[in-house]
């Protein structure tokens, strides 16, 4: 008898157990009495949540009589797990009316989901809670930080770190994430500097955070700095890492360097390589971003759905539909059609490349649909001038009880403007404002100018962007330019360039754009004036930003 149970509490220790093998181990438990015990009950509950069969835990644990705190973590975490955050907080609340006390990683479940489900109010009363009753601790903590820097508190979530006098590397770490996540790169090198200062090892996590957080170009150099400290310290070598290093440098346009790093693993995992990918995609080099998908490819890696959204754009914005219908094939052979980001990608490379047939068929076979397929569908039709099937997606997407939002009256608006449909798109326009309640932006405006003044409409154009907020961008004063450019208006142009020269006195597209307005109205003395301008004006700063670039 006592080899047998050895044996089963092995097993019931081993954490990869089949549902099949869950279920016998299950009924040998309860043949054998044991689940009066909760050690028993907390193992087999454990392995159910681990197999996704939530009924089958939940069935256990209401038939458990004597419930331990590690049998309610245990159903706590597996809803929560499950992403079923209010039975993990009602679970919690009934918890409370026992006898049995929560622990800290009971509190560490609560606020995770709390803060997953958006319940602040929840929060702090859990906060309140843990501070009232076992104290903070390091669980408890890293816990709070990182639930109120998920919402974008970090006051709060630097309160908590505060108040802890010796912060583990673990609290370290998630006060690190937090500033990393809500962009106080600047404060998150102050932790660091503080961490090396009083003897605090920084490990792989520390270095990820810190790295992640680097998302501008002319935080190139300290990128490079920590860089230098992996290299001293031997984390040159976590793909992990490794990953976050390119994709900073692929964010900061430094490919060589990207690819250089990429390049000193021996075998990088599919994170790097997304990483390296998708870092040649955002850079516009899509003939890399191909290649080296292709390469991933042969070397036996396989791509996740995010990846591979990623690599179509790539086929898109290269209209490369050959490379494109290759990686759709890609898509079928591993079962990705059904996924709502990779069919989006598939529909959106086609109509760039000049299928919008095939990518409306791509389209149809969806079993799921969102705002974002059928944005994706409409600014497809938008761009070859099917303004009619536009405008019936845009009736399903009513029907289908969705909500458009601003990228779908831009891809309307769009469509309007391909097909010169001037009472339709001041209708859309009216109907986004008024009927929806969403604020335009510079591209929807941009559109209505274009749509008035490619018909001639020019003056009411002109008065249209004088009634805007001020200041008007200057993309909204350039479409009035181009305009103007195409029904030879100088007076106006000339009118718009002068406030266009003020928000924007360096872009020398425009002062050419007004040049040749000139020309046609054969202003030549004006002219002259304006390429004398361009060309002994404009034309020196690029030149003297490259010397000063040099010397440096």
Request: overall charge neutral.
């Amino acid at each position: 008898m006592f080899f047998k149970l050895d044996s089963l509490v092995l097993e019931l220790s081993k954490s990869h157990q089949s549902l099949s093998r869950t279920k016998q181990l299950h009924a040998l438990v309860t043949k054998s009495h044991l689940l009066r015990d909760p050690f028993y009950a907390t193992k087999i509950t454990r392995l159910y949540a681990l197999n996704n069969d939530l009924s089958s835990a939940r069935n256990l644990f209401d038939k458990t009589p004597q419930r331990s705190v590690f049998l309610w973590n245990s159903i706590i975490r597996a809803y929560a797990k499950a992403n079923q955050l209010n039975d993990a907080i009602s679970l919690f609340k009934n918890m409370l009316r026992t006898e049995i006390r929560p622990d800290n990683f009971t509190y560490a479940c609560i606020i995770r989901a709390c803060s997953e489900s958006f319940d602040l109010e929840g929060l702090r009363l859990v906060h309140g809670m843990v501070v009232s009753g076992l104290g903070l601790d390091s669980v408890t903590s890293s816990a709070l930080v990182t639930a109120y820097s998920n919402l974008s508190l970090i006051d709060d979530a630097s309160k908590v770190f505060i108040e802890v006098s010796d912060p583990d590397l673990i609290l370290c770490n998630s006060m690190i994430s937090g500033y990393e996540y809500c962009g106080f790169w600047d404060k998150s090198l102050q932790l660091w500097n503080w961490m090396r200062r009083v003897g605090k090892k920084p490990d792989g996590y520390t270095l990820v955070g810190l790295i992640s957080g680097l998302r501008e170009s002319r935080l190139l150099r300290i990128g490079q700095g920590i860089h230098g400290f992996c290299l001293k310290s031997g984390f040159d070598s976590s793909d992990h890492v490794v990953s976050v290093l390119v994709s900073m440098y692929a964010r900061c346009k430094c490919m060589n360097s990207a690819y250089s790093v990429f390049s000193s693993l021996f075998q990088p995992d599919l994170v790097t390589w997304s990483a390296l990918i998708t870092g040649y995609s955002q850079y516009g080099d899509y003939e890399k971003a191909l290649y080296y998908f292709r390469k991933m490819h042969i070397e036996g890696k396989k791509a996740d759905p995010v990846l591979i959204a990623s690599v179509l754009v790539a086929a898109a914005q290269s209209t490369n539909v050959w490379s494109g219908s290759v990686v759709h094939g890609y898509v079928i052979q591993r079962g990705f059609e059904l996924s709502v980001v990779v069919s989006s990608a598939l529909t959106d490379m086609y109509s760039k490349c000049g299928f919008v047939d095939l990518g409306i068929r791509v389209f149809e076979t969806m079993t799921e649909r969102n705002i974002v397929t059928y944005n994706t569908v409409i600014r497809g039709l938008a761009l070859h001038g099917f303004a009619s099937q536009a405008f019936k997606m845009f009736e399903e997407i009513i029907a289908e009880g969705l909500k458009p939002d601003e990228s779908t009256f831009a891809a309307l608006l769009c469509a309007c403007c391909h097909c010169g449909l001037v009472n339709n798109g001041l209708e859309i326009f009216r109907q986004m404002m008024e009927d929806f309640r969403i604020q335009a932006r510079t591209e929807h405006y941009v559109y209505i100018v274009k749509l008035l003044g490619t018909v001639g409409n020019l003056e009411e154009a002109y008065n249209f962007i004088l009634s805007l907020p001020k200041p008007v961008d200057s993309g909204i004063w350039g479409a009035l330019l181009s305009c103007c450019d195409v029904h030879q208006n100088s007076e106006l142009a000339e009118i718009g360039a002068q406030l266009l020269f003020k928000n924007d006195p360096n872009k020398g597209a425009y002062r050419v754009m007004l040049s040749n307005i000139y020309a046609s109205n054969g202003r030549w003395d004006d002219v002259k004036k304006l390429r004398d301008l361009v060309d002994g004006g404009l034309r020196k700063v690029p030149g003297l930003s490259w010397i000063v670039g040099t010397s440096d």
